[in-house]
T-cell receptor, first 111, second 113 residues
Framework: QKEVEQNSGPLSVPEGAIASLNCTYS??????FFWYRQYSGKSPELIMF????GDKEDGRFTAQLNKASQYVSLLIRDSQPSDSATYLC???????????FGPGTSLSVIP | KAGVTQTPRYLIKTRGQQVTLSCSPI?????VSWYQQTPGQGLQFLFE???????NKGNFPGRFSGRQFSNSRSEMNVSTLELGDSALYLC????????????FGSGTRLTVV
């Protein structure tokens, strides 16, 4: 079992719709969870991080964490063509540990 | 505030050669992590340096090594290059621990021929 798993996609949504990206992780002791966005040919950039169970909202983005189910998701509301990118889920076990990345989900927002 | 600077941006090397990549973190950041990114394997953790000490290490052969200087700049070295080492090498900078996430550099694209 891989440490961090994501649906590889591609996930296609129409402009204005909600995009839902999912991630599961294997280490129940993991404490911090991240979503990065990577445009083609660019390096990853941090969108959000979440530590506590529940939802965390930042603009059009909402991260959801369920530690009991070892599941973290990212919702993108009012999706725009500029949101088309690969979204990487990442997990940190403890503050001074290494960050493990999932394989990424490719999102395409269709105008 | 300057971002994370990686040099060079592109490299072409021959099998068997060695290569050194450089990373200057954001000013004040003391932790530098290195990742290898390939289409098939995604982002794979190489190692992390904090205050000139290797704090974490990934599952890469000993041909991959790194170091960090007193000014937090870091270098990674790959010896005896193999075709499979062709990848994007990314450096990530953080203050001291990764709880608030990384800032990545633009990466070095290494091609081994």
């Amino acid at each position: 079992q891989k440490e961090v798993e994501q649906n590889s996609g591609p996930l296609s949504v129409p402009e204005g719709a909600i995009a839902s990206l999912n991630c599961t992780y294997s280490d129940r002791g993991s404490q911090s969870f991240f979503w990065y966005r990577q445009y083609s040919g660019k390096s990853p950039e941090l969108i959000m991080f979440i530590y506590s169970n529940g939802d965390k909202e930042d603009g059009r983005f909402t991260a959801q964490l369920n530690k009991a189910s070892q599941y973290v998701s990212l919702l993108i509301r009012d999706s725009q063509p500029s949101d088309s990118a690969t979204y990487l889920c990442a997990v940190l076990k403890t503050s001074y540990d290494k960050v493990i990345f999932g394989p990424g989900t490719s999102l395409s927002v269709i105008p | 505030k300057a971002g994370v600077t990686q040099t060079p941006r592109y490299l072409i090397k021959t099998r068997g050669q060695q290569v050194t990549l450089s990373c200057s973190p954001i000013s004040g950041h003391r932790s530098v992590s290195w990742y290898q990114q390939t289409p098939g394997q995604g982002l794979q953790f190489l190692f992390e340096y904090f205050s000139e000490t290797q704090r974490n290490k990934g599952n890469f052969p000993g041909r991959f090594s790194g170091r960090q200087f007193s000014n937090s700049r870091s270098e990674m070295n790959v010896s005896t290059l193999e075709l499979g080492d062709s990848a994007l090498y990314l450096c990530a900078s953080s203050l001291g621990e990764a709880s608030y996430g990384y800032t990545f550099g633009s990466g070095t694209r290494l091609t081994v021929v």
